[in-house]
């Protein structure tokens, strides 16, 4: 299963993540801060720099998952 997780680099969406990982999922994490995040660091996923209220980013970001988690902030 692949997951974006929307939010990724705060304190939900970060367990999230982690959780989906420990579960054996691919995760893409999406945030505005997703690339210099070290809430990240050496996580094994996919990191994707947008702001939620893009849409067309968030349609890119969704592009190939099979379950979208959007976390709120």
Avoid: F, Y
């Avoid at 849409?55 to 592009?63: L, P």
């Amino acid at each position: 299963m692949k997951a974006l997780v929307t939010g990724a680099t705060g304190l939900l969406g970060n367990n999230i993540v982690r959780l989906l990982l420990d579960r054996g999922a691919e995760v893409r994490a999406m945030s505005t801060s997703a690339t210099s995040s070290p809430a990240l660091s050496r996580l094994d996923v996919e990191r994707i720099e947008a702001d939620i209220r893009n849409g067309a980013a968030v349609a890119h970001a969704a592009d190939g998952v099979d379950v979208a988690l959007l976390v709120p902030v």
